[in-house]
């Protein structure tokens, strides 16, 4: 199968190219933060402060532990042209944030229109199928001329979700320290965002891709709930679809890297990086998956994450998936292999829904082919309406939504919402943003001027389908089918 994020960004390029050039002259505007002062660039009618830490640095003994309080700095930190990204490898899409990345890296950036007031709070948990990229394209985006916008950076990789058996006998549990540092990061904005004009009572959380599923964890793991009011989760869920793994079978693969923490600990960030992409997880569809699986590792992730959602306070949720996100990469033996391990008794169900064994049918205009159609239903479109039926079951306000336009006229991808919901791309004479900017403020996306957006309910699994035709309201997503599994 292919990794999720090889067409992560082609909707992103060329996009932002623009807002990427040329800042004014540095204002006089500092903000007291956590450690220090922090001083703003003006940049496109906005405040934007680049770089600003929300934990110490994670290096030498502190790689592989919980995020730590915030080194102190003298005098007046200035916003960072280009604040590093975490350490990754090169997948094109993400080549800017590969040339420009460090394990010091903790960092977050903020946009406001203005430091007074009490404006809505958007912060953005970037996607790449936590391997890969950084915060850098929604915190330009025009978005942030209206609200505050945050852009955070987490621990990447083998850097990130690590467990192995000597971190948990340092430490009672180990791996999912990326968690962490959202949560960190999540502190951090309760803490300071009213500095910079925006409302610690009114934070929306964001994410596509890796990034939505890190947004679903943080609804339903404790530590995080408190933080935020409301979620956009856009292709990804808590699971990917994938079950959960234990803390042993995430130990195992830990145990791929050898059992000297110590030599591990003072290993070069590159070194590591290499041997990270030979890690190999079992049950995962493939390699690029491996850290696209939730470890319960009892501490950060106390319990299957379907069990914590089913407890967690409602609030309200925006979570959808594209028509088409992506295919399977590894012929009829992967697409056999995906189908068994997600319905299970139910797999020959799920081959007659399909007809698998049949000859391949004409692929669907808008679906694509039969593989197609199996990988977006399995990974996404499933466990998204999943998702939305136990919060919706909790009594929290949901919308659900299925995206199905193309800039070039052709079909859907995965992340091809993005600039529809973030930049000035719109469907038929619509976009997502002014659904995006009002769920953002008052935590319902529909408004004057807009087609309505039915809510999502238990006992009415409504959605719309934004696309070329408009904004229609819709009934369940392939129920047929999705009603054979319940994964997340």
Known sequence: MPRPTRLLTHAFLGLFAGLLLGCGAAPAEVVPVDGGEVRAQDWNDSL????????????????????QPVVPWKGVRESVEAPPSCIQGDQGWNHSDFL??????????????????????????????????????IILSDMGKSVVIVGIRYRLGVFGFLSHRALTAEQGASGNYALMDQVAALNWVRRNIARFGGDPNNVTIAGESAGSKDVGLMLAIPAARPLFAKAIMESGTPGFGLAARSLREAEQIGDQLGSDLARLRAMPAEQLLAADGKLHDPAAPDDSFTWLRTTIDGKAVPADPTRLLAAAPPKPVIVGSNRLEFGVGGGAAERDRLIASTFGSRAAQARAYYRVGEPEPPPDPRLGSRDE???TDIIFRCPA????????????????????AAQDGGKTAHAAEIPYAFG?????????????????????????????????????????????????????????????????
């Not at 934007?48 to 995020?67: Q, T, V, Y």
């Not at 406001?112 to 953005?124: D, F, N, R, S």
């Open 48 to 67: 934007l402060f680049r770089g600003i830490p929300f934990a110490a640095p994670p290096l030498g003994s502190l790689r592989w532990k919980p995020p």
């Open 100 to 137: 420009n990345q460090s394990e010091d890296c903790l960092t977050l950036d903020v946009r406001t229109p203005k430091l007074g007031g009490k404006l809505p709070v958007l912060v953005w948990v970037h996607g790449g199928s936590n391997r890969f990229g950084g915060p850098n394209d």
């Open 373 to 375: 159609q199996i990988a």
């Open 385 to 404: 309406g999943h998702t939305a039926a136990i919060m919706a079951g909790r009594g929290a306000p949901v919308w659900r939504y299925e995206f199905d």
């Open 424 to 488: 000035t791309a719109t469907f038929r004479g619509y976009s997502l943003a002014p659904y995006w900017l009002n769920f953002i403020r008052s935590g319902d996306p529909n408004g004057p001027g807009l087609p309505t957006w039915p809510k999502f309910t238990a006992g009415a699994q409504q959605h719309v389908r934004f696309s070329d035709a408009g904004v229609t309201s819709l009934g369940p997503l392939r129920a047929e089918v999705c009603s054979l599994t319940d994964r997340l």
